[in-house]
Protein backbone atom coordinates (compact mmCIF):
# COMPACT_ATOMS: atom_id res chain seq x y z
CA UNK A 1 0.00 0.00 0.00
CA UNK A 2 1.43 3.49 -0.82
CA UNK A 3 0.54 6.00 1.26
CA UNK A 4 -0.98 9.19 -0.15
CA UNK A 5 0.52 12.49 -0.50
CA UNK A 6 -1.06 15.65 1.13
CA UNK A 7 -1.62 16.82 -2.41
CA UNK A 8 -3.51 13.26 -3.05
CA UNK A 9 -5.66 13.94 -0.28
CA UNK A 10 -6.77 17.49 -1.15
CA UNK A 11 -7.08 16.43 -4.36
CA UNK A 12 -9.65 13.56 -3.37
CA UNK A 13 -11.42 16.32 -0.66
CA UNK A 14 -12.01 18.91 -3.18
CA UNK A 15 -13.47 16.22 -5.58
CA UNK A 16 -15.42 14.46 -3.93
CA UNK A 17 -16.67 17.77 -1.86
CA UNK A 18 -17.48 19.06 -5.51
CA UNK A 19 -19.20 15.77 -6.53
CA UNK A 20 -21.37 15.82 -2.98
CA UNK A 21 -21.87 19.72 -4.33
CA UNK A 22 -23.33 18.41 -7.75
CA UNK A 23 -25.41 15.99 -6.73
CA UNK A 24 -27.31 17.89 -4.21
CA UNK A 25 -27.78 20.86 -7.10
CA UNK A 26 -28.99 17.97 -9.46
CA UNK A 27 -31.28 16.90 -6.44
CA UNK A 28 -32.75 20.22 -5.13
CA UNK A 29 -35.03 20.88 -8.33
CA UNK A 30 -36.65 17.69 -7.79
CA UNK A 31 -36.96 17.40 -3.67
CA UNK A 32 -39.06 20.94 -4.62
CA UNK A 33 -41.18 20.00 -6.75
CA UNK A 34 -41.86 16.85 -4.46
CA UNK A 35 -42.52 19.45 -1.70
CA UNK A 36 -44.87 21.38 -3.42
CA UNK A 37 -47.01 18.34 -4.72
CA UNK A 38 -47.47 17.71 -0.50
CA UNK A 39 -47.87 21.40 0.65
CA UNK A 40 -51.52 23.51 0.88
CA UNK A 41 -53.05 25.25 -1.25
CA UNK A 42 -51.87 28.88 0.30
CA UNK A 43 -48.61 27.74 0.83
CA UNK A 44 -47.84 26.53 -2.95
CA UNK A 45 -49.94 29.56 -4.11
CA UNK A 46 -47.65 32.15 -2.25
CA UNK A 47 -44.51 30.54 -2.98
CA UNK A 48 -43.50 29.35 0.51
CA UNK A 49 -42.23 25.87 -0.35
CA UNK A 50 -38.64 25.46 -0.66
CA UNK A 51 -37.67 22.04 0.27
CA UNK A 52 -40.08 20.85 2.63
CA UNK A 53 -44.00 20.89 2.50
CA UNK A 54 -46.02 23.12 4.08
CA UNK A 55 -48.99 22.32 5.25
CA UNK A 56 -48.69 18.62 4.67
CA UNK A 57 -51.65 16.97 2.38
CA UNK A 58 -52.06 14.46 -0.13
CA UNK A 59 -55.14 16.15 -2.09
CA UNK A 60 -53.19 17.11 -5.45
CA UNK A 61 -52.18 13.35 -5.85
CA UNK A 62 -55.89 12.44 -5.03
CA UNK A 63 -57.09 14.62 -7.88
CA UNK A 64 -54.28 13.55 -10.32
CA UNK A 65 -55.33 9.95 -10.06
CA UNK A 66 -58.39 10.61 -10.28
CA UNK A 67 -58.21 12.39 -13.83
CA UNK A 68 -59.02 10.59 -17.04
CA UNK A 69 -56.42 12.23 -18.91
CA UNK A 70 -54.24 11.48 -16.92
CA UNK A 71 -54.32 8.15 -16.22
CA UNK A 72 -55.02 7.25 -20.07
CA UNK A 73 -51.59 9.14 -21.03
CA UNK A 74 -49.94 7.45 -18.60
CA UNK A 75 -51.12 3.76 -20.21
CA UNK A 76 -50.06 5.47 -23.60
CA UNK A 77 -46.41 6.06 -22.24
CA UNK A 78 -46.56 2.57 -20.43
CA UNK A 79 -47.17 1.09 -24.20
CA UNK A 80 -44.75 3.11 -25.75
CA UNK A 81 -41.94 2.10 -23.79
CA UNK A 82 -42.43 -1.30 -23.91
CA UNK A 83 -42.62 -1.48 -27.12
CA UNK A 84 -40.20 0.89 -28.08
CA UNK A 85 -37.31 -0.33 -26.12
CA UNK A 86 -38.21 -4.00 -27.26
CA UNK A 87 -38.24 -2.78 -30.64
CA UNK A 88 -34.78 -0.73 -30.53
CA UNK A 89 -32.97 -3.31 -28.61
CA UNK A 90 -33.36 -5.95 -31.21
CA UNK A 91 -33.05 -3.85 -33.89
CA UNK A 92 -29.80 -2.58 -32.24
CA UNK A 93 -28.66 -6.35 -31.32
CA UNK A 94 -29.11 -7.71 -34.61
CA UNK A 95 -27.61 -4.46 -36.38
CA UNK A 96 -24.59 -3.93 -34.32
CA UNK A 97 -23.31 -7.91 -34.73
CA UNK A 98 -22.60 -8.06 -38.56
CA UNK A 99 -21.19 -4.43 -38.62
CA UNK A 100 -18.36 -5.46 -35.71
CA UNK A 101 -17.14 -8.34 -37.72
CA UNK A 102 -14.24 -7.70 -39.72
CA UNK A 103 -14.05 -6.86 -43.89
CA UNK A 104 -12.94 -9.63 -44.63
CA UNK A 105 -15.94 -11.42 -43.29
CA UNK A 106 -17.97 -9.30 -44.32
CA UNK A 107 -17.23 -7.07 -47.57
CA UNK A 108 -19.66 -4.22 -47.04
CA UNK A 109 -19.36 -3.91 -43.46
CA UNK A 110 -17.80 -0.21 -44.43
CA UNK A 111 -19.98 0.69 -46.95
CA UNK A 112 -22.96 -0.29 -44.02
CA UNK A 113 -21.20 1.44 -40.86
CA UNK A 114 -20.80 4.40 -43.23
CA UNK A 115 -24.34 4.50 -44.14
CA UNK A 116 -25.62 4.74 -40.49
CA UNK A 117 -23.37 6.98 -39.70
CA UNK A 118 -24.30 9.62 -42.16
CA UNK A 119 -27.63 9.71 -40.27
CA UNK A 120 -26.07 10.77 -37.39
CA UNK A 121 -25.30 14.34 -39.09
CA UNK A 122 -27.86 14.44 -41.33
CA UNK A 123 -31.20 14.28 -41.38
CA UNK A 124 -34.23 14.97 -43.85
CA UNK A 125 -35.67 17.94 -41.54
CA UNK A 126 -38.63 18.07 -39.67
CA UNK A 127 -41.74 18.40 -42.68
CA UNK A 128 -40.53 16.13 -44.86
CA UNK A 129 -39.96 13.40 -41.92
CA UNK A 130 -44.18 14.55 -40.97
CA UNK A 131 -45.19 13.80 -44.66
CA UNK A 132 -43.63 10.49 -44.54
CA UNK A 133 -45.14 9.19 -41.22
CA UNK A 134 -48.60 11.15 -42.51
CA UNK A 135 -48.41 9.29 -45.87
CA UNK A 136 -47.77 6.26 -44.34
CA UNK A 137 -50.75 6.34 -42.29
CA UNK A 138 -49.46 6.49 -38.66
CA UNK A 139 -51.08 9.76 -37.48
CA UNK A 140 -52.36 8.78 -34.42
CA UNK A 141 -50.93 5.79 -34.10
CA UNK A 142 -48.51 4.69 -31.17
CA UNK A 143 -46.07 3.49 -34.76
CA UNK A 144 -45.91 7.13 -34.95
CA UNK A 145 -43.97 7.41 -31.83
CA UNK A 146 -41.72 3.84 -32.31
CA UNK A 147 -40.71 3.91 -35.86
CA UNK A 148 -38.91 6.78 -36.71
CA UNK A 149 -36.44 6.30 -33.40
CA UNK A 150 -36.35 2.14 -33.84
CA UNK A 151 -32.49 2.36 -34.83
CA UNK A 152 -30.57 4.95 -32.78
CA UNK A 153 -27.52 5.24 -34.44
CA UNK A 154 -25.11 6.19 -31.72
CA UNK A 155 -26.40 2.91 -29.28
CA UNK A 156 -25.25 0.79 -32.49
CA UNK A 157 -21.91 1.78 -32.38
CA UNK A 158 -21.88 1.23 -28.59
CA UNK A 159 -22.83 -2.36 -28.91
CA UNK A 160 -20.49 -3.17 -31.73
CA UNK A 161 -17.65 -1.87 -30.26
CA UNK A 162 -19.01 -4.01 -27.21
CA UNK A 163 -19.08 -7.05 -29.62
CA UNK A 164 -15.42 -6.13 -30.97
CA UNK A 165 -14.03 -6.39 -27.50
CA UNK A 166 -14.96 -10.08 -26.43
CA UNK A 167 -13.01 -12.93 -27.68
CA UNK A 168 -13.07 -14.12 -31.32
CA UNK A 169 -12.09 -17.72 -29.85
CA UNK A 170 -15.61 -17.90 -28.73
CA UNK A 171 -17.57 -17.35 -31.83
CA UNK A 172 -15.40 -19.75 -34.10
CA UNK A 173 -15.70 -22.42 -31.16
CA UNK A 174 -19.11 -21.85 -32.22
CA UNK A 175 -18.95 -22.27 -35.47
CA UNK A 176 -16.93 -25.36 -35.25
CA UNK A 177 -20.01 -26.93 -33.21
CA UNK A 178 -22.35 -26.11 -35.97
CA UNK A 179 -24.34 -22.84 -34.73
CA UNK A 180 -24.82 -20.34 -37.40
CA UNK A 181 -24.68 -16.76 -37.09
CA UNK A 182 -28.38 -16.61 -35.19
CA UNK A 183 -27.92 -19.48 -32.54
CA UNK A 184 -24.09 -17.68 -31.92
CA UNK A 185 -25.69 -14.12 -31.43
CA UNK A 186 -28.32 -15.28 -28.77
CA UNK A 187 -26.73 -18.01 -27.49
CA UNK A 188 -23.00 -16.85 -27.48
CA UNK A 189 -22.52 -12.93 -27.43
CA UNK A 190 -25.90 -12.11 -26.79
CA UNK A 191 -25.32 -13.69 -22.35
CA UNK A 192 -21.51 -12.04 -22.69
CA UNK A 193 -23.05 -8.63 -23.64
CA UNK A 194 -25.66 -8.35 -20.54
CA UNK A 195 -23.79 -5.04 -19.34
CA UNK A 196 -24.11 -2.97 -22.37
CA UNK A 197 -27.49 -4.25 -23.09
CA UNK A 198 -28.35 -2.87 -19.73
CA UNK A 199 -26.93 0.44 -20.62
CA UNK A 200 -28.95 0.94 -23.73
CA UNK A 201 -32.04 -0.19 -22.37
CA UNK A 202 -32.04 2.47 -20.02
CA UNK A 203 -31.09 4.82 -22.66
CA UNK A 204 -34.13 3.29 -24.63
CA UNK A 205 -36.43 4.09 -21.88
CA UNK A 206 -35.61 7.27 -20.37
CA UNK A 207 -35.67 8.84 -24.61
CA UNK A 208 -39.22 6.75 -25.13
CA UNK A 209 -40.55 7.98 -21.42
CA UNK A 210 -39.32 11.88 -21.51
CA UNK A 211 -40.19 12.38 -25.12
CA UNK A 212 -43.25 14.80 -25.77
CA UNK A 213 -42.44 16.58 -29.21
CA UNK A 214 -43.65 13.92 -31.23
CA UNK A 215 -46.47 13.39 -29.57
CA UNK A 216 -47.37 17.03 -30.43
CA UNK A 217 -46.38 16.42 -33.43
CA UNK A 218 -47.53 13.69 -34.66
CA UNK A 219 -50.82 13.11 -32.49
CA UNK A 220 -54.01 15.15 -33.27
CA UNK A 221 -56.11 13.67 -30.91
CA UNK A 222 -54.92 14.81 -26.99
CA UNK A 223 -56.18 11.63 -25.83
CA UNK A 224 -53.43 10.01 -28.01
CA UNK A 225 -51.02 12.08 -26.19
CA UNK A 226 -48.01 10.22 -23.92
CA UNK A 227 -47.95 11.46 -20.76
CA UNK A 228 -44.53 13.97 -21.27
CA UNK A 229 -47.14 15.67 -23.87
CA UNK A 230 -50.06 15.48 -22.39
CA UNK A 231 -48.17 17.54 -19.31
CA UNK A 232 -46.35 19.92 -21.50
CA UNK A 233 -49.89 21.06 -23.03
CA UNK A 234 -50.95 21.12 -19.14
CA UNK A 235 -48.30 23.32 -18.01
CA UNK A 236 -48.41 25.62 -21.16
CA UNK A 237 -51.76 26.15 -20.73
CA UNK A 238 -52.50 26.08 -17.62
CA UNK A 239 -55.41 24.26 -17.89
CA UNK A 240 -57.20 22.16 -15.20
CA UNK A 241 -60.88 21.34 -15.55
CA UNK A 242 -62.95 19.42 -13.26
CA UNK A 243 -65.29 16.98 -14.98
CA UNK A 244 -67.25 15.81 -11.86
CA UNK A 245 -68.56 17.93 -9.00
CA UNK A 246 -66.40 15.94 -6.68
CA UNK A 247 -63.05 17.43 -8.70
CA UNK A 248 -64.53 20.73 -9.12
CA UNK A 249 -64.71 20.38 -4.90
CA UNK A 250 -61.13 19.30 -4.60
CA UNK A 251 -59.93 22.22 -6.84
CA UNK A 252 -61.01 24.65 -3.81
CA UNK A 253 -58.75 23.04 -1.67
CA UNK A 254 -55.69 22.72 -4.09
CA UNK A 255 -53.79 24.88 -5.97
CA UNK A 256 -52.50 24.45 -9.83
CA UNK A 257 -48.90 24.45 -8.98
CA UNK A 258 -49.15 21.84 -6.17
CA UNK A 259 -51.15 19.56 -9.16
CA UNK A 260 -48.55 20.28 -11.80
CA UNK A 261 -46.28 19.41 -8.77
CA UNK A 262 -47.93 16.20 -8.42
CA UNK A 263 -48.00 15.17 -12.09
CA UNK A 264 -44.20 16.26 -12.75
CA UNK A 265 -43.40 14.04 -9.75
CA UNK A 266 -45.28 10.92 -10.95
CA UNK A 267 -43.97 11.30 -14.08
CA UNK A 268 -40.20 10.56 -13.37
CA UNK A 269 -40.97 8.76 -10.40
CA UNK A 270 -40.83 5.28 -13.23
CA UNK A 271 -37.78 5.77 -13.86
CA UNK A 272 -36.61 6.87 -10.61
CA UNK A 273 -37.85 3.30 -10.18
CA UNK A 274 -36.08 1.45 -12.49
CA UNK A 275 -32.93 3.32 -12.24
CA UNK A 276 -31.34 1.66 -9.22
CA UNK A 277 -31.55 -1.90 -10.87
CA UNK A 278 -29.72 -1.40 -13.97
CA UNK A 279 -27.79 1.09 -11.99
CA UNK A 280 -24.93 -1.46 -11.87
CA UNK A 281 -24.62 -1.87 -15.44
CA UNK A 282 -24.34 1.55 -15.92
CA UNK A 283 -20.63 2.47 -15.86
CA UNK A 284 -19.29 -0.85 -16.99
CA UNK A 285 -21.50 -0.99 -20.03
CA UNK A 286 -20.73 2.99 -21.11
CA UNK A 287 -17.11 1.88 -20.64
CA UNK A 288 -16.50 -1.26 -22.29
CA UNK A 289 -18.80 -0.42 -25.12
CA UNK A 290 -17.28 2.95 -26.05
CA UNK A 291 -13.52 1.56 -26.05
CA UNK A 292 -12.55 0.76 -29.47
CA UNK A 293 -9.26 -1.72 -29.40
Known amino acids: MVKASFGRKLFLGFDYSFMIVLALLCMFPLIHVLAVSFSSNSAASAGLVSLWP ?3 NLKSYEFVLQKEEFLRSVGVSVQR ?14 TAYPLSMEVTRFRLRTAYAWYFLITILFGGGLIPTYMVIKDMGMLDTI ?3 LIPSAVPVFSVVLLLNFYRGLPKELEEAAFIDGANHLRTLFSIILPLSLPAIATLLLFSMVG ?12 NRPENY ?10 INNDFKATTAEELQMLKSISNRSVKAAQIF ?4 PILLVYPFLQKYFMKGIVLGSVKE
Not at 209 to 218: P, Q
Not at 230 to 235: F, G, R
Not at 266 to 269: D, E, K, P, Q, Y
Open 266 to 269: LGAL
Open 143 to 145: WAL
Open 81 to 94: VVLGSLIQMLLIVI
Open 226 to 235: PLQSYLQTLI
Open 208 to 219: HWNAWFDGLLYM
Open 54 to 56: VGF
